[in-house]
Every structure is written in C-alpha cells, then in structure tokens.
C-alpha cells in the first residue's frame, strides 16, 4: 500500500466515523473542565451560520453565537474570540453560556485572523494592513501590506509562530510566480494544478517549525523552511486548516455538496499521522524558491494608528 492509499484509508475512515450534514468552516480546540471539545464556525443546510461547541465526535454540544456575514474566530489562553463586522466577542472558554464581552473594533473588514501566546494579529481589507492586538483587543502595532502595490491590493492569510507572524497572499502576487507554483504543481501530479489556485488558510506548528498551507484540495507541509510534502483529498473541497498547537494536532475542515446537502467533515491530524500519510516531494520540484515567493516573514514596514 503506497502512502496515498494509506491516506485515503484514513481519510475513509475519519469520514465514517465523523460526518458532520454543515459546512464546517474553521475549528478550533478548547479545554473545558480538563476535557477536550471544539468551537466550530459552521454553516447549515439552511445556510444559517453560527459558532458551536462540538464534542470529540463533532456532536452538538452547545450554540454559542448566531452570526450573519463575514466571521472568524480564534482563542488565546482562556479567551474565546468572534470577529463578526465591526465588533468582537471575548468568551471566557470556561463560562461559554455567559454574556461575551463586546469590543467595538471600528469598519477595519478583518479576515485572516491568527494569534500565538501572547497577541492576535489580524488583516483589514478596508485598511490594507496587518494589525497586531493584545488579548483585551487593544491595538499593539499596525503594519502595512507587503505585497500590495498602488494600483493593486492583495488579501492575506495569516500565520504566527512564538515569536512572529506570517503574511501570505491568497495567490502569488507577480504573473510569473503563479506560472512558476502552476508549473511545480503539474511536475508533481496534473491534478494538482488543474484543481488548486488559491490559497484557503495556512497555519503554524510551533514544537515541529512546519508551516502548513491549504488550497482548494491539498494542504503544502513546510519543515523548517525547505523538507516539502504535502497531503491531498481529491474528492473534497478542504475550508480551513489549523494546526491546534495545545492539543498538537491538524484540523482539517473539509465539506463536499451533494444534492443540495452539505457533507462536512473535521479530521483531527496527530504530527505521527501527519508524518505517516504526507507525500515527500524530491528537491527537484524546488518548491523552496517557490515558497520564498510566496511567504513573507520579514520585519514589516509599521504605519502610523
């Protein structure tokens, strides 16, 4: 059995045992009375969207907030945050069913939002910079874009490690950096280009310094900067992934559509399976010069606030 075999079994196997009928969009661990459940951005058949609280079988344990249009959500230390429009929420993870605490952010249209120990850091839209929040969403520091230019603004994902973040474009800024990742793609499987352009999140694993990053169907695995492997779920469409730095594992949020019908399903990766099921990728395929390309961990330009 070769090891895109191994995963699909295991794939199989995860998609048994963990079936979900809602879109699951991001979802995140939390620890509550030493037993652990999961906080899930989700969205219905009747394409309702609202932030729950799942067991380890991702059944329903608790409705925590209704939202409308864009959110995100993300914890740090024994805080639960929803970003929803202009404001966000502040949930002390022990006390779910307790009114949240409710911050005025300001029309700053945030998306890709990630936090390590000690900040959240957050990218404005409106704004065209990254900025860098302390736990009670006081604003810490403002940077500017990297990859936009005057007349072209560039949406970012973002990842963190202990020390720092990681701004990435949703696709590779300059024609010939996307033709270079096309090219790359298609020598490692003609799949893989035909179906990936963008990328959907991206996340860091602090213990192991391996960043990884999601597309449409294959999430890239980046160990300290230059061993590449990657896993694929050909036949699903993978929403976000987030690498659980306190539990120490991967959650992968996948959903297909079928008649209709969302057909979710949420994989929880150990860094063993991760290792056991991923595709090593030779060095001929130089997917390192692609990832200079494409990740930008310098120290930033800060703007004025």
């Known amino acids: 059995m070769n090891e895109l075999e191994k995963l699909l079994k295991l794939f199989n196997k995860y998609k048994k045992s963990n079936h979900v009928n809602f879109n699951p969009r991001q979802t995140l661990s939390v620890k509550i009375n030493n037993i652990n459940y999961y906080v899930c951005l989700m969205c219905n058949n009747n394409f309702e969207t609202q932030v729950v609280l799942l067991d380890e079988n991702n059944n329903l344990i608790q409705n925590i907030l ?4 864009k959110t995100e959500i993300t914890k740090l230390q024994d805080k ?4 929803k429009d202009d404001y966000a929420y502040i949930y002390d993870i022990n006390n779910l069913k307790d009114n949240p605490k409710q911050i005025f952010l300001g029309d700053f249209d945030i998306q890709g939002i990630c936090s390590n120990e000690k900040n ?4 404005s839209i409106k704004k065209d910079n990254i900025i860098e929040y302390d736990q009670d969403l006081n604003i810490i520091e403002i940077y500017e874009n990297p990859y936009s230019k005057e007349n072209a603004r560039v949406s970012l994902n973002l990842a963190c490690n202990k020390e720092k973040f990681f701004s990435i474009p949703i696709m590779p800024v300059e024609k010939e950096h996307y033709f270079l990742m096309k090219k790359y793609m298609y020598n490692i ?3 893989l280009a035909e179906q990936n352009d963008l990328i959907h999140s991206c996340t860091f694993n602090y213990d192991e310094n391996t960043l990884y990053i999601s597309m449409c169907n294959v999430i890239w695995i980046i160990k300290n900067g230059k061993e590449f492997s990657y896993l694929h779920f050909k036949n699903s469409t993978i929403t976000t992934v987030f690498y659980d730095n306190d539990i120490k594992k991967l959650i992968i949020n996948l ?3 079928k008649n209709n019908q969302f057909n979710g399903n949420i994989i929880k990766l150990t860094d063993d399976e991760i290792n056991r099921n991923s595709i090593q990728i030779s060095n001929d395929h130089k997917m390192f010069e692609y990832s200079e390309n494409l990740i930008c961990d310098k120290n930033l330009n ?3 606030h």
Not at 66 to 69: F, H, M, S, V
Request: proline fraction near 0%; aromatic fraction near 20%.
């Open 255 to 257: 959903v297909e559509i």
């Open 302 to 304: 800060k703007t004025r």
């Open 66 to 69: 209704k939202t409308e249009g």
């Open 189 to 191: 499987k003609k799949d």
């Open 120 to 123: 959240i850091f957050a990218y």
């Open 80 to 83: 639960l945050y929803i970003f």
